[in-house]
């Protein structure tokens, strides 16, 4: 739902604010000093190449949340908002169990054995996860693991039940073993692939992701690095014998910043370029793109959030620099398989108070900031980067605005999903934005946003649009005036232009300040939970309006607030 505010509204708004007015004003009531604008210069006609969908990308912990009440309306949702097909990973797909959901948990029951030891394969819970998915136009990512119970070297515990508080540790259980009989295992991947052909066809399977687990340089994998090359090897040889043209790929390593994984991947990358195949004896192994993780550090300082962007950046930097290494395998595909301001989705709020930037603006300013920053990153490595999981999605029955790292609650949308939202109505091709403002990608990358804000822009356009998405982002969730920032637009049409000005803050598409203004209610009621919904969908700033072009030119100004994030949408005929 788009909601633009009355014309009086915007006369008033323009008058309080006529000493920083040019050409065209789109400005909220709060106030900024006008005499230093930032002043942003955009070139519609320097272009940078495409603007890859690379935040068309999600991921979860628990799968079976996908078929679920929440889970299937905020997927329509997330569907809804992109012109491209969305890619979607989940964990545990191939874990033993009932399918009974839970937080960092989830089950199939795809693999069991009869008591002679002969495998029984159930896809039912499987094919109603990637069902769901393909109803709705997406790609699975289809994760491939972990180990089911009847095939785990430690099987017992198997199943656990962690809750937001406990040892992060008592997750790791037998899923989290190399299996018994790798021959079965293969066995088990061949047969899933040829199923996915049968059920849903040789050109929808050939456009999946397969890859193998999960950061298994870290306490999910449970065995040595030469293990889980060798199941690479076993699964990358059933993937290909099931569909010749399947894409696979890996090792899904998480922090590359750290020694111990930069160790794992290259040992893997290694294998890859010059090892011998545990299965084949060859040398080598087949990859189609490759994939690692990279997170932030929030913490609590004097009271307030703090994030570090910086840390997150750097992980992004050292895998991309670590797949440059490799001449033979750098201009494969780079998914950033998990991708976020910390480690922990399913960790609340309510006991990790760094967590406290998930349900307002924090976390849709840093998304917005951080996304443009990884754009530069793959372009200063010279690596292709295809996408960057948002490992976030919604925990089903769960308090109201708990502070998971979710992008719903209870069916509302949080401010986060309403960036995906801007980046879903950016055309066409990546235009340049004039560098020498406060930050740049190597700025944040060295030093995260410690100093001044991070006021800046991300644009593109096509034959007949442009967009701007502006952010004013700070590591400190500490309030802090507006910002006055004047977009200063080259290379538009010499015709009347549409302006559509989107905006994320504490007054437009929150429906987190909503809900607090209600009183926070535990159980709010049908008419709140409406408000609520309506609150929580992207919203226009002003009413549309038109604009004059001269000589190609034209100047936008309007005051940001702190962690507030425009789209400066523009259309002509």
């Known amino acids: 739902m788009i909601q633009g505010k009355s014309r009086l509204w915007l006369t008033l708004a323009v008058i ?31 272009e940078k190449g495409p603007l890859k969908p690379i935040w068309a990308w999600f991921g979860y912990d628990e799968p079976n949340y996908t078929y679920m009440k ?21 964990h545990s797909l191939l874990v033993t169990g009932d399918g009974t959901a839970a937080l960092k948990w989830g089950s199939t029951n795809a693999y069991t054995e009869d008591k002679k030891g002969n495998p029984i394969y159930d ?31 430690k099987p017992q515990p198997y199943r656990h039940y962690w809750k937001p ?86 090792p899904e390593v998480t922090g590359p910043g750290s020694e111990g994984s930069q160790k794992f991947f290259k040992a893997f990358m290694d294998h890859v370029v010059k090892g011998t195949n545990y299965v084949t004896g060859n040398v080598g192994t087949p990859i189609d793109f490759i994939t690692f993780h990279a997170k932030g550090a929030p913490k609590v300082v004097n009271g307030a959030v703090q994030m570090n962007m910086g840390t997150q950046l750097r992980d992004i930097d050292k895998g991309f620099e670590i797949v440059a290494s490799y001449p033979s395998l750098k201009n494969l595909p780079i998914i950033i398989g998990e991708s976020d301001p910390e480690g922990c989705a399913a960790c609340s709020e309510d006991l990790h108070p760094q967590n406290a930037y998930r349900n307002g603006t924090m976390y849709s300013s840093y998304t917005a900031a951080s996304f443009a920053r990884k754009y530069d990153l793959a372009e200063s490595r010279g690596v292709n980067l295809a996408g960057a999981v948002t490992w976030a999605f919604e925990f089903e029955d769960q308090a109201w605005f708990r502070g998971f790292r979710d992008l719903a609650t209870n069916g509302v949308d949080k401010p986060v999903l309403n960036v995906f939202r801007m980046f879903g109505m950016m055309p066409g091709n990546r235009v340049a934005v004039k560098s020498g403002l406060a930050y ?35 590591d400190d969730n500490l309030p802090a005036p507006d910002a006055p920032v004047s977009i200063q637009l080259r290379g538009l049409p010499n015709q009347n232009v549409l302006l559509q000005h989107y905006r994320i803050d504490k007054q437009f598409s929150n429906s987190y300040e909503a809900w607090k203004k209600m009183g926070s209610p535990k159980t709010p009621t049908a008419e709140q939970i409406v408000e609520l919904e309506k609150a929580g969908q992207l919203q226009l700033l002003t009413s549309p309006e038109w604009i004059s072009v001269k000589n190609g030119e034209a100047t936008l100004n309007f005051p940001l607030p702190r962690q507030g994030v425009s789209l400066l949408r523009l259309t002509w005929e």
């Open 440 to 474: 740049d990608y190597a700025r944040i990358r060295n030093e995260s946003v410690r100093a001044e804000a991070d006021i800046n822009a991300l644009a593109s356009k096509d034959a007949k649009s442009a967009a701007v998405m502006v952010w004013h982002y700070h």
């Open 16 to 46: 309080s604010f006529n000493t920083f007015s040019t050409c065209v004003s789109t400005k909220s009531l709060a106030q900024a000093d006008p005499a230093k604008p930032v002043k942003i210069e955009v070139d519609l006609n320097s």
């Open 165 to 250: 508080g406990d040892n992060y540790n008592d997750i790791y259980t037998g899923w989290a073993y190399p299996p018994t009989d790798y021959k079965k295992w293969s066995e088990l991947v061949f047969q899933w692939v040829k199923h996915s052909v049968t059920r849903y066809g040789l050109k929808e399977v050939e456009s999946w992701y397969w890859e193998l687990w999960n950061e298994p340089n870290i306490s999910y994998w449970k065995g040595t690095v030469d293990e889980y090359i060798k199941l690479y090897d076993y699964t990358a040889d059933a993937v290909k014998r099931a569909l010749p043209t399947a894409k696979i790929g890996g």
């Open 70 to 90: 929440d889970g299937r309306k905020l997927l329509t949702e997330i569907a809804q908002l992109s012109k491209v097909p969305v890619n979607v990973r989940a």
């Open 123 to 153: 896809w039912t819970i499987v094919d109603k996860i990637f069902d769901t998915y393909i109803q709705r136009g997406m790609k699975p990512i289809a994760q491939i693991g972990f180990m089911p119970e009847a095939l785990s070297t």
